[in-house]
């Protein structure tokens, strides 16, 4: 990058007469200096993982995908980088955020039941189709927190301690957490054992 | 539980395992990162144009800084239309009135005229416009750690009366009876700012907050990892907040009944002792003064999962929440380029104040002035009255502030 690019743009003197061709190549240089090769290269490595967590988190494919595009738009915008050990927990954790904030906007503008209000009832969760579908159901009808935790810990596999950090809760609320989404879900798909 | 049920919960997410990003995701990652060069593209235009529009801007600069005798930087205060938004759906951009001035005093504020006084000034006298006279601020020319607390006149930044030199002073925080509270060495010191005298020392305490009555002192207990409030009269300790999972608070606030405390919220990867990696896990929580137990216990659910990308609470007099937002990393500090309003009833955001390189930031007693530090090379306090948007340089504050409160 040569300087700062809407200060050349007002700089006459410096503008050759193709000018649109010249702010295109500022704009290039922003770009270039952005790091694309490096964020690339993280987005290869992680990319893929933070998808799926975002579609087990939110069970929407497309909704994932803008997860995940979110979270490199913040990493490619942080000043400095987290160490390649702490980059897969910081994207994680981004990630986490990023849902929270979409379930808190839908609460906001009254497109989703805040948490623990007008949960499905048993009755809905077993007219779902299959035990897959009730499985889902269920899970979906879990606070926000609840079902985070459940994914955090039955899909990425974390303790509760990994749990904890990503969602910056105590460990101690990780276990509550984990122990009330249990016992609901385990209520909640009785019927259909 | 028994582990069948484990087992089946962890089966149900092998679909989630095995799906796949779509083709050419990565492409339209790049196109987003592209999106904000997009008004630079709009702005292809003619070089008359481009030269007539550079006129209008500088002559439209100059006007205001000769409308406001050169030491004020007008701030625009945009209105946003749709909260959520992640681009801020600016709209629209209005210049704030300044303040009329008055020589009405503030309950709470301390004084220029106490017994004690190393410096005297021989300034003529400020027109005050209803802002208490002093400023408690932290001094850290260098950087290094060994600051100073001092007392600023608040309308020129004049350093008014050293009350510490050369110790390790962090955080200050003034009570309404003019109690500074300060952290010094991971203690929380009370000093009485008249005779100077060490009043009391509240040992692993840190960023400390007196609440609006001066009856409580919030504090971050950082043996422990607890946000705490003290009774200042009984010596009794509740828990706010229990251990935050790696995280640590920065700033802490009251809002102006007591009823919230907000908490600046620092990531794990980004502690005030480390002063390294990305700020953007930063954010602002709202927690009840009294929980029913030592777990976070938010206010609303509008505010249940806090300010992302927010740091430095106050709560203003008009009842909204002030956070700096628009993060970077500045050397050892996290800075922000905006100052966001919310609004506490609703959870949405009121609107936006574009400033620079602004950290801590400090409510007076009343709620009707704000400070905010600024840091970067030129460190110096700046000053907006806690409605409006317009900041005030304050021209003698000395160089290295890193906190100030009043």
């Given at each position: 990058?040569?300087?700062?690019?809407?200060t050349?743009?007002?700089?006459?003197?410096?503008?050759?007469?193709?000018?649109v061709?010249?702010?295109?190549?500022?704009?290039?240089?922003?770009?270039?200096e952005?790091?694309?090769?490096?964020l690339?290269?993280v987005y290869?490595r992680?990319?893929r993982?933070?998808?799926?967590?975002?579609?087990?988190l939110?069970?929407d494919?497309?909704?994932?995908?803008?997860l995940v595009h979110?979270a490199f738009?913040?990493?490619?915008?942080?000043p400095?980088?987290?160490?390649?050990?702490a980059m897969r927990?910081?994207?994680?954790?981004i990630?986490?955020?990023?849902?929270?904030?979409?379930?808190?906007?839908?609460?906001?503008?009254?497109?989703?039941?805040?948490?623990?209000?007008?949960?499905p009832?048993?009755?809905?969760?077993?007219?779902?189709?299959?035990?897959?579908?009730a499985v889902?159901a269920?899970?979906?009808?879990l606070?926000?927190?609840?079902?985070i935790c459940?994914?955090l810990?039955?899909f990425?596999g974390l303790?509760?301690?990994?749990i904890?950090?990503?969602?910056?809760?105590?460990?101690g609320?990780?276990?509550t957490?984990?122990h009330?989404?249990?016992?609901?879900?385990?209520?909640?798909?009785?019927?259909?054992? | 539980?028994?582990s069948d049920?484990?087992?089946?919960?962890?089966?149900?997410?092998?679909?989630?395992?095995?799906?796949?990003?779509?083709?050419?995701?990565?492409d339209?990652?790049?196109?987003?990162l592209?999106?904000?060069?997009?008004?630079?593209r709009?702005r292809?235009?003619p070089?008359?144009?481009?030269?007539?529009a550079?006129?209008?801007l500088?002559?439209?600069v100059?006007?205001v800084?000769?409308?406001q005798?050169g030491?004020d930087h007008?701030?625009?205060?945009?209105?946003?239309?749709?909260p959520?938004?992640?681009?801020?759906?600016?709209t629209t951009?209005?210049t704030r009135?300044?303040?009329t001035?008055?020589?009405?005093?503030?309950p709470?504020?301390t004084?220029t005229?106490?017994?004690?006084?190393?410096?005297?000034?021989?300034?003529?006298t400020?027109?005050?416009?209803?802002?208490?006279?002093?400023?408690?601020a932290?001094?850290?020319?260098?950087?290094?750690?060994?600051?100073?607390?001092?007392?600023l006149?608040?309308s020129?930044?004049?350093?008014l009366?050293?009350l510490?030199a050369d110790?390790?002073v962090?955080?200050?925080?003034v009570?309404?009876?003019?109690?500074?509270?300060?952290?010094?060495d991971r203690?929380v010191v009370?000093?009485?700012p008249?005779?100077?005298?060490q009043?009391a020392?509240?040992?692993h305490?840190r960023?400390?907050e007196?609440?609006p009555?001066?009856?409580?002192?919030?504090?971050?207990?950082?043996v422990?990892?607890?946000?705490?409030?003290l009774?200042l009269a009984?010596?009794q300790?509740?828990?706010i907040?229990g251990?935050?999972?790696?995280?640590?608070p920065?700033q802490?606030?009251?809002s102006r009944?007591?009823?919230?405390?907000?908490?600046?919220d620092?990531?794990?990867?980004?502690?005030?002792?480390q002063?390294?990696?990305?700020?953007?896990l930063?954010?602002v929580i709202?927690?009840?003064p009294?929980?029913?137990?030592?777990q976070i216990?938010?206010i609303?659910?509008?505010?249940?999962?806090?300010?992302?990308?927010?740091?430095?609470?106050v709560?203003?007099?008009d009842g909204?929440l002030?956070?700096v937002s628009?993060l970077?990393?500045?050397?050892?500090?996290?800075?922000?380029d905006?100052?966001?309003?919310w609004d506490?009833?609703?959870?949405?955001?009121?609107?936006?104040?574009?400033?620079?390189?602004v950290s801590?930031?400090?409510?007076?007693a009343d709620g009707?002035?704000?400070?905010?530090?600024?840091?970067?090379?030129?460190?110096h306090?700046?000053m907006?009255?806690?409605?409006?948007g317009?900041?005030?340089?304050?021209?003698?504050?000395p160089?290295?502030?890193?906190?100030?409160?009043?």
């Amino acid at each position: 990058m040569t300087g700062d690019p809407v200060t050349e743009m007002f700089d006459v003197s410096r503008q050759p007469s193709g000018e649109v061709a010249r702010l295109d190549a500022v704009i290039a240089d922003v770009g270039d200096e952005t790091g694309l090769d490096r964020l690339r290269e993280v987005y290869e490595r992680h990319a893929r993982d933070l998808f799926r967590l975002g579609f087990a988190l939110t069970g929407d494919r497309d909704l994932a995908e803008d997860l995940v595009h979110d979270a490199f738009v913040r990493l490619h915008r942080a000043p400095t980088e987290p160490s390649a050990e702490a980059m897969r927990a910081y994207l994680r954790r981004i990630v986490v955020n990023l849902v929270r904030d979409h379930h808190r906007r839908q609460v906001v503008a009254g497109r989703s039941r805040p948490e623990g209000e007008d949960a499905p009832s048993a009755e809905a969760v077993a007219d779902a189709a299959d035990r897959s579908a009730a499985v889902d159901a269920a899970i979906a009808a879990l606070s926000h927190r609840q079902r985070i935790c459940i994914v955090l810990h039955y899909f990425e596999g974390l303790t509760d301690a990994e749990i904890a950090d990503a969602i910056g809760i105590s460990v101690g609320s990780v276990k509550t957490h984990l122990h009330r989404a249990r016992a609901t879900l385990a209520r909640r798909l009785e019927g259909l054992r | 539980m028994t582990s069948d049920f484990d087992d089946e919960l962890r089966a149900h997410f092998d679909v989630a395992r095995d799906a796949d990003l779509p083709a050419g995701s990565f492409d339209r990652l790049v196109d987003r990162l592209d999106a904000p060069l997009a008004p630079l593209r709009a702005r292809r235009m003619p070089k008359l144009l481009a030269l007539a529009a550079a006129i209008v801007l500088i002559a439209g600069v100059a006007a205001v800084a000769a409308a406001q005798g050169g030491g004020d930087h007008p701030q625009s205060v945009h209105s946003v239309d749709d909260p959520t938004s992640t681009t801020g759906a600016t709209t629209t951009s209005t210049t704030r009135p300044h303040h009329t001035t008055t020589t009405e005093r503030v309950p709470g504020s301390t004084t220029t005229t106490t017994p004690g006084t190393t410096t005297s000034t021989t300034e003529p006298t400020v027109e005050r416009d209803g802002r208490p006279d002093t400023i408690a601020a932290v001094v850290d020319p260098d950087g290094d750690g060994a600051g100073s607390l001092v007392v600023l006149d608040s309308s020129t930044g004049k350093v008014l009366r050293t009350l510490v030199a050369d110790q390790v002073v962090d955080d200050v925080d003034v009570a309404p009876d003019g109690t500074i509270y300060y952290e010094s060495d991971r203690s929380v010191v009370a000093l009485d700012p008249d005779s100077g005298e060490q009043l009391a020392t509240y040992p692993h305490m840190r960023s400390p907050e007196v609440s609006p009555h001066g009856s409580q002192l919030a504090s971050f207990d950082h043996v422990l990892g607890t946000v705490s409030r003290l009774e200042l009269a009984s010596r009794q300790r509740k828990n706010i907040l229990g251990d935050m999972g790696g995280n640590v608070p920065g700033q802490l606030a009251w809002s102006r009944d007591g009823g919230i405390l907000a908490i600046e919220d620092v990531g794990p990867f980004e502690s005030p002792d480390q002063g390294d990696g990305p700020p953007s896990l930063r954010r602002v929580i709202l927690t009840d003064p009294n929980p029913y137990d030592d777990q976070i216990d938010m206010i609303d659910e509008s505010f249940a999962h806090g300010i992302d990308d927010a740091a430095s609470p106050v709560f203003p007099a008009d009842g909204s929440l002030l956070v700096v937002s628009d993060l970077s990393q500045d050397g050892r500090h996290v800075v922000g380029d905006r100052m966001d309003a919310w609004d506490l009833a609703s959870g949405q955001k009121l609107g936006e104040v574009s400033v620079s390189d602004v950290s801590g930031l400090d409510a007076s007693a009343d709620g009707q002035w704000v400070i905010a530090t600024r840091e970067g090379k030129r460190p110096h306090v700046v000053m907006t009255p806690a409605a409006a948007g317009d900041l005030q340089d304050l021209s003698r504050a000395p160089e290295g502030i890193i906190a100030a409160a009043w």
